[in-house]
């Protein structure tokens, strides 16, 4: 099971930054990100594609999960 980061309720650029020291602390593997704002979603993808991690993103109940991938 994926480990998840919750960034809801977090204002821009928050969401981001939190984003960005889990990634950097995990170097690689599999977790979720899950969000209430659809500027964080789109932020968080695309640090994640610059960063060379795979992302999918579902909405559930008006919150996003984003799935970030890197082997």
């Not at 020291?21 to 500027?39: H, I, N, P, R, Y």
């Amino acid at each position: 099971m994926a480990e998840n980061l919750d960034v809801r309720g977090l204002s821009c650029p928050q969401p981001v930054f939190e984003t960005r020291k889990k990634m950097q602390a995990l170097g690689k593997g599999l977790f979720e990100v899950l969000c209430d704002s659809a500027t964080s979603r789109d932020n968080i993808r695309r640090l994640a594609d610059h960063e060379g991690w795979n992302v999918s993103v579902t909405e559930k109940n008006d919150e996003f999960v984003i799935t970030l991938e890197k082997k």
